[in-house]
């Protein structure tokens, strides 16, 4: 199986136990790396949508 880099935020699903033991099971071909807690300049599409100040639909 081809090397595969998985790039994860840090979501409670992510971090659970059965993905960690799939993660720890499947480290020959696969490597995650997970993104800081708070990443503006890695997520391109962060403040892209209108301000979370604003009401929603206003």
């Known amino acids: 199986m081809a090397p595969i880099v998985l ?6 699903l992510h971090l659970s136990k059965p993905l ?3 993660i720890d099971a499947n480290a ?3 490597t995650v790396v997970q993104l800081p807690t ?3 300049d ?3 599409t962060e403040g892209s949508g209108p301000s ?3 009401p929603f639909g206003a």
């Open 20 to 22: 960690r033991e799939f």
């Open 7 to 12: 790039i994860w935020d840090n979501v409670r």
């Open 28 to 30: 020959e071909w696969l």
């Open 42 to 44: 890695l997520n391109p």
């Open 38 to 40: 708070y990443a503006p």
């Open 52 to 54: 979370r100040s604003t």
